[in-house]
Structures are given as C-alpha cells and as structure tokens.
C-alpha cells in the first residue's frame, strides 16, 4: 500500500525536552511537508523539503529542526525552545513542488500534548 | 498576503439534501485549490484538486468550481449522507506551500 505514514500517534512531552516525530512516505514523492493544526485554526506550515538536504522554514519554524536525509523520511524535532507545542501535527508529501499540479496527500497525524 | 475564509464555520442539514460549501481568497495568484475532509482525530484526505486554468472538479456526488477572477470556490455535495459529516477543508497553493482556510463542519442527520 502506498502511503505516508506518521508515529507516534500519540505523543506526550514533559516541559524542557526534545522530542522527534517520524513521518516516513513510500509515494517516491520529491516534496515533505510539515503543518501544525491548533484547535479551530487553519494548519499552518512549519518546515518544508523540496529535495534530500534541503529544506526551508515555513510560517512558524521557531522551536522546530528537521532533516531530510532520504528521500522517503523528513523527521520533525520540537525543541523546548517552542513555547506552546501542544497541537496536532500532520506531515503531507508531493510529487513535486509548485505547479498546478502540485497536489498534497497527508498522513493520520501525531498529537503532541505537553505535559 | 494570502487569506483563505470559509462560511459557514457549521452547517447541520437532514439526510438527503444538497448542499454548498464556500471558500474565497483574496490574492487570485494561485496554482491551484485543493478540497480536503477530514474527520475528528485524523488526517486529511483530499477530495478534489482544480488547476488554476480550470473551472471545476467533479468526484462521485462532490463537484466543485474555481473562480479565481473573484477568488471564489464553491463545493457542491448531492444528495448529503450520515456519512458525509466531517469538517472540510479548502487550501490554495502560494509557491511550494497550501494556504488553508478553517474549515465548515458539516453534520448530516438521518
């Protein structure tokens, strides 16, 4: 089955830790993506990579690190320097990016709750 | 900078009735517009995908248009079910990113 896949589902963090959430796709997709959903917010975009090492900040990249060392995993940090990381993350890839073609598929999601 | 509204915020209609869904944005340079659902506690799935040089999308009972000169989609669902009931969402791509509005909850009651 082709798909992204995210863990863990579940995600506690006490106060002053890092912590890393995984999101592995198996679409052969160029393009990963990182958003952050609040409650009765939009998602907002955190980090993005358009291609193995390389990545760039989105929106509100402050608290967060990522890598893109292979082309199917670009694993999200949250640092303890993010203030208020309570939030439910999704990651998304795509084939490409930019375009009109450009369509994003997500994975299930990871909630973080701080503790 | 690129604002995505949708209206309403909720909607809960009988089991049965068409129904519309609105997003509008305010820079019309978009590539594209995406329609996304997503139930409680999940990700997203998207539904529908409109280029930016075409006027609308049709999946099953979903269907929905793009007016990009008045910065306008609708999504239109047919003959709503229970099973229809999530929040939707609508995003247009800026660059390499999707914008996204909050979304409308709908409720379908049988």
């Known amino acids: 089955d082709g798909g992204i896949t995210q863990s863990p589902k579940y995600l506690f963090r006490k106060e002053g830790q890092n912590v890393t959430l995984s999101c592995e796709q198996n679409l052969n997709h160029d393009a990963m993506y990182w958003y952050r959903q609040d409650p009765g917010q939009g998602l907002r975009l955190i980090y993005y990579s358009q291609i193995v090492n390389d990545f760039q900040k989105g929106d509100i990249a402050e608290g967060y690190s990522v890598s893109r060392e292979k082309k199917e995993s670009f694993p999200l940090t949250v640092t303890s320097a993010q203030k208020n990381p309570t939030a439910f993350y999704l990651c998304?890839?795509?084939?490409?990016?930019?375009?009109?073609?450009?369509?994003?598929?997500f994975g299930p999601g990871t909630r973080l709750t701080v503790l | 900078k690129q604002e995505v509204t949708q209206i309403p915020a909720a909607l809960s209609v009988p089991e049965g009735e068409n129904l519309v869904l609105n997003c509008s944005f305010t820079?019309?340079?978009?590539?594209?517009l995406q329609w996304f659902r997503q139930d409680p506690g999940k990700g997203l799935t998207s539904l529908l995908l409109i280029q930016s040089s075409q006027r609308e999308q049709t999946s099953g009972r979903l269907n929905a248009s793009l007016d990009k000169s008045s910065g306008r989609s609708t999504l239109y669902i047919a003959a709503s079910q229970p099973g229809d009931s999530a929040t939707y969402l609508c995003a247009v791509a800026r660059g390499t990113a999707l914008i996204f509005g909050k979304g409308t909850t709908l409720s379908v009651s049988s």
């Open positions: 820079d019309s340079a978009i590539y594209n």
């Open positions: 998304a890839s795509s084939s490409r990016s930019g375009g009109e073609n450009n369509e994003q598929f």
